[in-house]
């Protein structure tokens, strides 16, 4: 069983410019949810997906969107780059048998 | 508005027991989890207790839950060097909100 993967492990942007993240879910799992940690701080909820349709969105703004695929998988774009979006971007996967989302190791995502 | 908060940092000396406490604020929330992050790591869920218990054991971590004063601890006993990270307590509503996390040191 393979569990939730992240793709890229780091990444270097420029402000304004826009940025896609991958994740693999966990087998089995169909719900799909992306975290961001900046630095010193816990995750911040910013949306989840369940079968291919968002289902819960957190305070971030419209240049945060995402896609889940039917595969499970799922992408996160930021559009329009800040220096604040600086942080670990986590993608956390559940399904419906299961108590706890699985957290892949994150992409570091820097702006400069 | 939903918070949930934590003690910033605990000591420990390798082989004493470890208390990490949190305390958060919906009292709807089904479940609650404890979270492990290793630097430069995700998350490593811990372990997790239902609202309608008290306690839960699972090998060397017992979490105690408090309802009536919205208060969750996770006790580490025989506290290892391998277990210097951060602690996450979250409520999931259903996401998971976190608190800001207990940097556990573990001095040999």
């Known amino acids: 069983e393979t569990g939730v993967t992240q793709s890229p492990t780091h990444l270097i942007k420029t402000r304004g410019q826009q940025v896609t993240l991958r994740c693999s879910s966990q087998?089995?799992?169909?719900?799909v949810s992306w975290y961001q940690q900046a630095l010193g701080q816990g995750p911040q909820f910013i949306f989840q997906?369940?079968?291919?349709?968002?289902?819960g969105r957190g305070n971030f703004p419209p240049r945060f969107s995402g896609l889940q695929f039917p595969n499970y998988s799922s992408e996160l774009n930021v559009n329009a780059l800040e220096l604040d979006d600086s942080a670990l971007y986590l993608c956390?996967?559940?399904?419906?048998?299961?108590?706890?989302?699985?957290f892949g190791s994150g992409t570091r995502l820097t702006v400069v | 508005g939903e918070d949930v908060e934590q003690s910033l940092f605990l000591s420990v000396r390798e082989g004493d027991s470890s208390v990490i406490n949190c305390t958060y604020t919906?009292?709807?929330?089904?479940?609650l989890y404890w979270y492990k992050q290793e630097p430069g790591a995700g998350l490593q869920l811990l372990t997790y207790?239902?609202?309608?218990?008290d306690m839960k054991q699972d090998q060397r971590l017992t979490v105690l839950l408090n309802k009536k004063d919205k208060h969750l601890s996770l006790r580490i006993a025989d506290t290892q060097t391998g277990d210097s990270a951060i602690y996450f307590c979250?409520?999931?509503?259903?996401?998971?909100?976190f608190g800001t996390g207990t940097l556990l040191a573990v001095q040999p």
């Open positions: 956390a996967s559940s399904g419906t048998q299961t108590y706890g989302y699985t």
């Open positions: 087998s089995g799992h169909n719900t």
């Open positions: 997906y369940y079968r291919e349709e968002e289902n």
């Open positions: 919906d009292s709807s929330s089904t479940y």
């Open positions: 207790i239902f609202s309608n218990m």
């Open positions: 979250a409520e999931i509503l259903p996401e998971l909100i």
